[in-house]
């Protein structure tokens, strides 16, 4: 039995919005670093946090 479904909404509570975005951008990073390797692929991902920090990643062979 899989998950049930979530509705997709602003998370009102900024600290634990914070610690959503921090274990999704850490997600979203670890898939683009294993694209990279499993699939011989150029991945570049660029994420732009709130507060205007970003965040990025290219694989190595990507310039």
């Not at 999704?24 to 294993?34: Q, S, V």
Request: charged share 25%; aromatic share 4%; proline share 2%.
């Amino acid at each position: 039995m899989g998950r049930g479904k979530i509705e997709i909404k602003r998370i009102e509570n900024s600290s634990n919005r914070q610690v959503t975005y921090s274990k999704r951008r850490n997600g979203i990073m670890k898939k683009a670093k294993e694209i990279t390797v499993l699939c011989d692929a150029h991945v570049s991902l660029v994420i732009f946090a709130s507060s205007g920090k970003m965040h990025e990643y290219c694989s190595p062979s990507t310039t």
